[in-house]
C-alpha cells in the first residue's frame, strides 16, 4: 500500500477525518459535529487508523487544518496532531482551513464558474467572519488573491468590491450563518473544510519541504486569545 497520511480539520463544529495515501486517495473519511471537539477527535482518528489498517507510527505525515476558526477546536485539533507526531517522529504539516475551504470550493463549481474567486467564510464568533479569496491553480490547486480578513459583516460588501474575480462562489458557516453580507455573490453548498483538501494541500508542502515544527506550530487564530489576565494586588 501507498504511504497513507491522517488528515483533519477542526476549525468548525464538524470535525472532519480521512486517511489519504501520496496520490490523494482516499481510503477512510468520517465526521462528527459537537460543541467540542476534545472527547471524539481521538477516537475517529482511532476508527480512520483501523479502516486503513495503519498504525501511527507507520504514517508517513499527519495533517492538521490550523484555522483561522474556533479557538478551542484548533487547539485541540494541534493538540492531537502533536500528541501523534511527537512520540512516533512522523511529520506534521498545517494547512490553513480557509485554504482548504477554497479548494473544496473550487471542486464544487468548476464545472460552472471557470475563473470565479472562491471566497471560504469561516465563522470568527464576536459577530464577526474570517474570509480570504483563492482562484484555482495548476501547480499549488489554489492561489490566494485576497488575503484572510476579520470582518463585521457589514464591512463584506465592500470587501467583495475590491476581488478581481465577479461573482465569487461563496461557503462556509460563516456564509451559512451571514447570507445577506454577500450581495452579487454565489452561495454555495459546501462541507467543508474538508480533510480530503488539508491533506491534498499537505502533500503539496511534503513535496515543497514544508513539514511544520513541532515545537513551535500554533494555529492560525486569526484575532488575540481571550486571557484575562489577574491584576496583582
Known sequence: ?????????????????????????????????????????????????????????????????GGPGSFTGL???????????????????????????????LGAVRAGAEGAAAVPCLDAGKGEVYVAAFVADGERRVREVAPVARLAPAAVPPWLEQLPSPAPQVAG??????????????LVEVAGPTAVSVGILALLQRARGQAADLATAVPFYGRPPDITVKRST
Open 1 to 65: 500500500m501507498s504511504e497513507l497520511f491522517l488528515c483533519f480539520d477542526t476549525s468548525t463544529p464538524t470535525a472532519r477525518v480521512a486517511i489519504l495515501d501520496g496520490e490523494a486517495r482516499v481510503h477512510f473519511s468520517g465526521e462528527f459535529t459537537a460543541d467540542r471537539h476534545a472527547g471524539h477527535l481521538l477516537p475517529l482518528c482511532a476508527e480512520a487508523l483501523r479502516a486503513a489498517d495503519v498504525a501511527p507510527a507507520a504514517l508517513a505525515g499527519i495533517a492538521c487544518g
Open 75 to 105: 487547539r485541540v485539533g494541534l493538540a492531537a496532531a502533536k500528541g501523534l507526531a511527537l512520540p512516533t517522529g512522523v511529520p506534521l504539516y498545517v494547512v490553513s482551513s480557509l485554504e482548504a475551504l477554497a479548494l473544496d470550493i
Open 173 to 186: 458557516n460563516g456564509a451559512t450563518r451571514y447570507p445577506n453580507a454577500f450581495p452579487g455573490a454565489s
